[in-house]
């Protein structure tokens, strides 16, 4: 997946796309599979990189929703289990089964969190994981030796699906191109184009370069997230607002505070919210909240009460309370929930996905979950056939391996998120020695993997590397601040920086990382 070779693809291709794709997060690039793999020509263009947004910041969860099932949104969960059972298929290298342990407090929470869960299980029918079970007060205690235990009683044993967002996204982009897409990072679109009303296409600009360039498509795919609406308003300055985006904090912390292979499910703290507590990449995420903002930022930061609900509740439920000083990294991520009238809150707002088709033909998508990306993009690509004209193909993606899903590794080998690339990343290392060393001692980030990314990722900044390519700057941003100026150094080579580039990469990731670290 070569940055260059696509642009000289995009300057090449005659005659209008059949899709023209705005955004490069879950939902654009599964758009983009989508279509490719039906046979048309797309385009996808995202203004800064493949999943910078909300894509890269959830709970790291493929799963049905349990809180939807006790809101009674059966649909949903339906839904939402089938494609975590396709997904688990799909890309077995990025989606595994995780134990999650739903601690009893109270003597009517094992039978009533137990009932709850067989219903999950049934629901989901042959695509299920692992099924339910109780749990004894020792079987629990051996699980998660560290969990509170005054009071403890039992609990029930559930499974769902656990995932490298990041990750995903990337290997749904390399799976996009491997059908003939044209995928584009750092390239903004800057205008929408119309004929006699209609959208005709995009125009955009490198963000690099700063040139600019028209793109001509039959359909134009709004998939922007939580700035959707901004583009809604290229199309109409008059149309109305229609994403709540609700913040949603996650603290990584030690593996120490959770060792073992089980996360843990407070189904209710005390206002409401569901509470995690997941291993992940040798870490501890503690997440989440649900809090209304009035404006979408593409580096939304956590506010003091998100942060303050999080480590209480931890302290709560773990028998070492979290200090902040043992907090390796804060992020927060914005849901683009579909707005609704007389809605409390953005707890009670849909997570269901929208689609909104305009006079002018601009197709907008929003809300969803990464565990419904596939069917959000089947959706918005059957609006988009019958908006283009172009003809109706079949969906394909039931069954589509995702790039990389060819070659499954043990869940341990810190290379197990790249499947079949990971071989290729052994033999840059076997090449050149000095590759195989870590750019950081806290880090399992090799400069094998940074020049990899680099050439075959589409890497393109420092950031790219540290937050998405690899998930260092969550996994432990004061060591990711650390490792930037080797990150530097190795990209530099590669796209032929020279040093005033390199310094301002290397100083543009330093500034965002501090956001990321908890004071106190």
């Known amino acids: ?13 005659t005659g209008p796309f059949d899709i023209a794709i705005i955004g490069g997060g879950a939902t654009g690039l599964g758009a983009a599979v989508d279509a490719a793999s039906r046979g048309h020509s797309v385009v996808l263009i995202e203004q800064c990189d493949f999943a910078k947004g909300t894509s890269s910041r959830s709970t790291k969860l493929v799963h049905g929703g349990v809180r939807y099932l006790k809101q009674g949104n059966v649909s949903l969960v339906l839904e939402a289990l089938r494609e975590r059972g396709l997904l688990v298929k799909n890309a077995p290298h990025l989606v595994h089964s995780l134990p999650f342990v739903i601690p009893s407090y109270h003597w009517w929470e094992g039978p009533f969190y137990g009932i709850g869960m067989k219903v999950y299980d049934t629901l989901a029918g042959q695509l299920g994981l692992e099924p339910s079970r109780y749990l004894s007060r020792d079987e629990i205690v051996e699980l998660l030796p560290t969990l509170e235990t005054e009071g403890l009683s039992g609990g029930v044993v559930y499974h769902d699906g656990q995932f490298d967002d ?18 584009l990072n750092h390239t903004r679109a800057c205008g929408l184009m119309k004929e006699k009303g209609h959208i005709i296409g995009v125009k955009a600009e490198c963000v690099e370069s700063g040139r600019q360039f028209e793109i001509r498509a039959h359909a134009v795919i709004n998939a922007t997230g939580v700035f959707v609406d901004a583009v809604r308003q290229m199309d109409d300055a008059k149309a109305e607002t229609m994403v709540a985006p609700s ?6 912390l030690p593996r120490e505070f959770l060792p073992g292979d089980s996360a843990i499910m407070i189904p209710k703290t005390d206002d409401g919210r569901v509470l995690f507590a997941v291993p992940w990449h040798g870490r501890v995420i503690i997440g989440t909240t649900d809090t209304p903002v009035h404006h979408a930022a593409l580096e939304p930061r956590a506010l003091p009460d998100e942060i303050a609900f999080l480590m209480t509740h931890a302290a709560r439920y773990l028998t070492r309370d979290p200090k902040p000083s043992d907090v390796l990294s804060v992020y927060a991520g914005l849901r683009p929930l579909v707005a609704m009238k007389n809605a409390e809150s953005t707890a009670a707002l849909s997570r269901d996905h929208t689609i909104l088709v305009a006079e002018s033909g601009l197709i907008t998508i929003t809300g969803g979950k990464w565990t419904t990306y596939r069917r959000m993009a089947e959706d918005v690509v059957d609006h988009a056939e019958m908006v283009g004209g172009f003809g109706m193909q079949h969906c394909a993606t039931q069954s ?3 790039h990389g899903s060819s070659t499954v590794l043990d869940p341990h080998d810190p290379l197990a998120v790249y499947g079949s690339d990971a071989a290729e990343i052994r033999t840059l290392a076997a090449h050149e020695p000095e590759w195989a060393g870590k750019v950081h001692p806290r880090l399992d980030l090799t400069c094998a993997e940074v020049i990899f990314h680099t050439r075959h990722e589409m890497a393109r900044t420092v950031e790219d590397v540290l937050a998405r390519r690899s998930r260092s700057l969550l996994l432990d941003a004061q060591s990711s601040m650390s490792a930037a100026p080797r990150v530097g150094a190795l990209m530099a080579s590669e796209l032929h920086w020279d040093p005033a580039k390199t310094t301002h990469e290397i100083d543009h990731f330093q500034k965002l990382a501090i956001g990321y670290i908890l004071e106190g």
């Open 166 to 183: 990041a990750r995903l996204a990337i290997h749904l982009a390399r799976t996009a191109v491997n059908h003939g897409a044209i995928v």
């Open 1 to 13: 997946m070569n940055r260059e070779h696509l642009f000289s693809k995009l300057s090449a291709h």
């Open 400 to 402: 589509l391996m995702i």
């Open 247 to 252: 913040q949603g904090v996650h603290l990584v």
